[in-house]
């Protein structure tokens, strides 16, 4: 049984590392533990770099609190405004025994009355509930749930980036 801590406790994120491992590695049982750790980002991370910072923070104090796990795996949501659009996205960074592993989600733009709500100050889950009516929504489907009538849903859009990130473990003789 491997043990891997998430460093979060949403259920999704927990759920969508799960999926991501035992999809790549068949042969083996995991044992996934969500904790709470400091991405030491804004709550709202707003640019791919802020993004891709917070992932690689929730893996590495998931690493220094929880000394021994087999991965450690920190997924961080983010949006970024791009010519007067905004775009949504996550990072996933994995840590492994001194290796470690990166993949970036799909992105897709979030519609104006949302984009509003957030250069207001609110955070994408807040605005996706004010929009659509919905409570929790970044526990649930997310906003790529919504916008996509479920047919993306948060955790298999997590899931396949969990995927990607883990290619250099699968791959240990390329990496």
């Known amino acids: 049984m491997k043990k891997v801590i998430i460093a979060s406790k949403n259920p999704v994120k927990i759920q969508a ?50 000394k021994d796990a087999d991965f450690y795996i920190g997924i961080e949501g983010g949006i970024e405004e791009v010519d007067s659009e905004m775009q949504a996205f996550a990072w996933v960074f994995i840590k492994s025994n001194g290796k470690y592993g990166k993949s970036r989600t799909g992105t897709f733009f979030l519609p104006k009355q949302v984009v509003d709500l957030i250069k207001e100050g609110k955070e994408l889950g807040e605005a996706d509930d004010i929009v659509f009516k919905r409570d929790n929504s970044k526990q649930k489907s997310g906003a790529v749930g919504i916008l996509t009538g479920d047919l993306i849903d948060r955790t298999s859009y997590y899931s396949e980036a969990v995927i990607l990130a883990l290619i250099p473990f699968k791959n240990e003789e390329l990496y």
């Open 17 to 66: 590392a799960k999926n991501g491992l035992e999809q790549i590695f068949t042969n083996h049982e995991f044992e996934c533990i969500g904790v709470s750790v400091l991405s030491e980002v804004s709550d709202q991370p707003m640019s791919d770099e802020e993004t891709f910072r917070g992932a690689k923070n929730r893996a590495d104090n998931a690493a220094n609190t929880h």
